[in-house]
């Protein structure tokens, strides 16, 4: 009869131990679960966010991007303020001295070929020879939206004219300019300002600060445009 009521006691304890070690494992799920959600809580308030004041004096704080993200108007206006900077020239704003400032916006192993391109835009006159009374003028007619091609790389096609006006024809010639355009995110800018800058200089460091360059252009027609520049 006593080993009898023994193991009777002995049943019972074991229901009750199953039920309270399940409790101790359902409990210990809900604490990491809490935890895990601490955790979370505190990355969101750790992590930097940024303040930005907008032209109608407005400031919003933004979350942090990614470093090759951009958004795609900063694309398109790089893409059209670089070329209207590198392919507009005057006698008081030098075809070379404009080559020389802003070169640095393209890759630095595409920079070779895109100066045989401007070569063979104004296949009459030589790189730097340009007649002094010439003046050159960038129009553009439109630039598309940026299409992604890879992470942190894009591709605009831009429609736009090289306009030529001297002393001898008011009236001008116009070169046609369609181009698919390949632009990059970059770490750092390659753009620095001179002890004295001129406009010029003030434009392409104010273009690098958008950390792109443009590492290829090609003809619209081009279907196999990619980023071998040779």
């Excluded at 404009?98 to 070569?119: P, R, Y």
């Excluded at 736009?160 to 002393?167: A, G, K, T, V, Y």
Aim: glycine share 4%; charged share 15%; aromatic share 8%.
């Amino acid at each position: 009869m006593q080993l009898l009521k023994s193991e009777t006691r002995k049943s019972s304890i074991l229901p009750m131990l199953a039920v309270g070690t399940f409790g101790l494992h359902l409990f210990t799920l809900m604490l990491l679960m809490f935890h895990g959600s601490m955790l979370e809580l505190l990355n969101q308030r750790l992590t930097p966010r940024s303040l930005v004041q907008l032209v109608n004096g407005n400031a919003i704080t933004v979350d942090p991007k990614s470093s090759v993200e951009r958004h795609p108007e900063t694309i398109r206006r790089f893409v059209g303020e670089t070329m209207t900077l590198m392919l507009t020239w005057s006698s008081k704003q030098p075809q070379a001295t404009i080559w020389e400032t802003s070169s640095s916006l393209l890759a630095s192993n595409f920079q070779s070929k895109f100066l045989s391109e401007i070569n063979n835009l104004n296949f009459s006159q030589k790189f730097g020879n340009t007649n002094r009374s010439d003046q050159h003028i960038f129009i553009i007619q439109r630039i598309s939206q940026p299409t992604p091609i890879g992470e942190g790389k894009w591709k605009v096609e831009i429609l736009s004219n090289q306009l030529i006006f001297n002393n001898s024809d008011n009236l001008g010639r116009s070169i046609p300019f369609n181009k698919q355009v390949l632009v990059r995110a970059i770490d750092e800018s390659a753009i620095s300002l001179p002890p004295t800058p001129l406009p010029w200089h003030l434009a392409a460091y104010r273009l690098g600060e958008a950390r792109l360059e443009i590492y290829n252009v090609c003809d619209l027609e081009n279907k196999n445009c990619s980023g071998n520049s040779n």
